[in-house]
Each structure stands twice: as C-alpha cells, then as structure tokens.
C-alpha cells in the first residue's frame, strides 16, 4: 500500500489509510446494494397503544446491578484510548523505529480481539463480574507496566497487556448488560451506551496528547491507572437491591 500512495502522490505512511478508505467504500456500497432485509405481515391493528419500552441511559445507570458494567465499560475505553494514543508518540521520543512501533500496536491489537473466544467462556463459566474484576485488575496491572517501565519490549508487553485487559471488561460488561437488561429495550440501550463510551473516550485520546506534553509519558499512564484502581473500587460495592 505504501507503494500504491507514493505513485499517487502522497506519502508512503498513507497507504494503509488508503486501503483501509477503500475497503470501507467497498462494505459500504455492498450494504447499500444489499437492501433491507425483508419484513413479515403486519401484525393486525388492536386499536391498543403499544407499550414503550424504552429505556432511559439515565435511569439504567440508577440501577445499582447495571451501573457497575457501565463504569467498567467506559473506564477501560478511556484508559485504553489515552494510553494507546500517546504510546507511539512516546516510543518514537525514545528513538524507537517504526517498525517496533507497528509490532506493539500490533500486539496491542492482538490483545483486544484474538483472544474473545477465551474471554467469552470465561463469563460462560465463571460470570460477568469475575471476568469485569479481572479485567480491572489487568488494566491497572498493564497502564502501571507503562507508566514505570522504559524499553520497546517493556512498551509491547503493556500494550498487549492493555488490550487484553479491554478486552475482559468489554466482553464482560457487555454480557452483564445483555443478561441484566430486558430484551426489548436492549438494543436501544446497549447503543446509547456505546455512543456514550466512544464519545468520551474520544475526549480522552484529546486529553492524553495535552498531559503527555506537559509532564510525559509515565505520568499520563499513571493517572489513567489510578482511575482503574477506582473504578475496581466501585465494581467490588457490593450491589443493593
């Protein structure tokens, strides 16, 4: 890809971007050419009013079983965010090459996604909470390995640690909320949660540029490990009914 961008002008660190634009040009016309699925008869009018099931994000995080999950959704996307933006940023200040850089972000991305079979039976076999505290813990764990370690290798090993730990307490969080919610205000709410969750970590990947700039690295990841450590202290409330 790298050659295909610089025959066209731009810089060779442009082609992934430019393949990735295509590949989701490429999804998009398929989406759209595919149609909506086909609907079944309607179902006959009762003159009724039919009953509304949706649910407020506000009055889902009231409930002291669900706002666990929520807390620990949107604190391991924020952590990861933050952590992850600044990460290549500092490797290169430390004269890493971009071929190092590209492993551990690799990696990183390893730990994110490849071991959800694993992440799924564990909440099979053990519960959602379990898997959210190990979670916590692995992401404390893994933002306190960047914050103190120093090295390429030290880099790597806490990026694969941090997308792991994403990855528990996103699979985790999200199999509490499928379990705990009702099923036709699912998809409505696990949306808004997700829109919620992606919008502030956002704000965190702006935020993590400004506090590495003005005191480095090691303090960034470990400001972001003590918000892990709280969050693992809302999460081991027990829950009232």
Do not use: K
Request: hydrophobic share 55%; net charge positive.
């Amino acid at each position: 890809s790298g050659g295909v961008a610089r025959g066209l002008g731009l810089p060779s660190l442009a082609g992934p971007f430019l393949a990735a634009f295509l590949a989701t040009a490429v999804a998009a016309i398929v989406a759209a050419a595919s149609g909506p699925a086909a609907s079944g008869p309607a179902a006959p009018a009762t003159g009724a009013p039919e009953p509304d099931h949706r649910v407020s994000v506000r009055a889902l995080l009231q409930g002291p079983v669900t706002r666990p999950a929520l807390v620990v959704m949107a604190t391991a996307q924020v952590v990861m965010v933050a952590v992850m933006t600044a990460a290549p940023v500092a490797m290169r200040m430390h004269g890493d090459g971009l071929g190092m850089v590209g492993m551990t972000l690799s990696a990183h991305t390893l730990g994110m996604f490849a071991l959800s079979p694993v992440t799924g039976r564990l909440v099979d076999r053990y519960g959602a909470r379990p898997v959210m505290l190990a979670g916590i813990a692995a992401l404390a764990a893994s933002t306190g390995l960047a914050a103190a370690g120093d090295g390429a290798w030290t880099h790597a090993a806490a990026l694969f640690g941090l997308g792991y730990a994403w990855n528990l307490c996103f699979v985790g969080g999200s199999g509490r909320l499928a379990s705990e919610l009702p099923e036709p205000a699912r998809a409505d709410v696990e949306g808004s949660v997700d829109a919620a969750v992606w919008t502030i970590a956002a704000a965190a990947g702006l935020l993590s540029t400004v506090i590495m700039s003005a005191a480095g690295y090691g303090v960034l990841a470990g400001t972001f490990c003590g918000l892990a450590v709280l969050a693992a202290a809302v999460l081991r409330r027990p829950a009232r009914a």
